[in-house]
């Protein structure tokens, strides 16, 4: 199987992106953090931390699962989730910022593995997906801010690269038929034929979309 990304130039465009003034780092830093708060808010329920991370209207997130929803909304199904017992956590891996000060915009470039436990049939594995959090940022007052311009994220998007079944004992892992993996696209087969295993009426009948190239979603935002 190939890797997913081209090996040509994927960011033709070249933002404020290392070193820069005070500001531009400082700003750089504000967005990394809207982008870290995902996996430590998210993870811990703390769900007011982590709907503070998007903006007050029209945040959105698309996720493979989910397809497109509200933040809001977002949220309540996660709550859901974690009350059935889903078990999902994230470990970012490395995180950097595309800004635009002239248009006080920003991309938030975070790299993540999402892991999440299964207990099929007595036995319990995890399932690893190496993912990349795209965070759409911009700066402008709030209704809290007092007229101060904050950084707030208004669309998230997930871009799957490549998953894996871990043993959690080191050996024992169910199997998955090839015609279970082939209904999901290359970097989510193992986690999606998981989850749609484990959860009843998984995705309800919505079709799972394809990794889609990173830079064309750059273009709204610049």
Known sequence: MPYNITEKETQPNSYCHINGSTEEILDRYCVSELCKGWPVYRDASEWANYRNIFAEKDAFIWTTWSGGL????????????????DFIMHRENGTLVDLNPSTSRAVGKMKATITQRFDLDGVKFD???????I???????TSTSSGRPEWKTQYVKLFYEKDKLVPTDGHTVPKFEKSELEKYPEGYQYLGAAQARAIDDWLQGKEVAKTLGVPESYKPMF
Do not use: L, Q, T, Y
């Open 135 to 141: 965070f759409f940022c911009h700066k402008s007052p």
């Open 127 to 133: 399932m690893e997906c190496d993912c990349r959090f």
């Open 70 to 85: 509200s933040i809001d909304d977002f949220i309540e199904v996660s709550k859901r989730g974690r009350a059935n017992g």
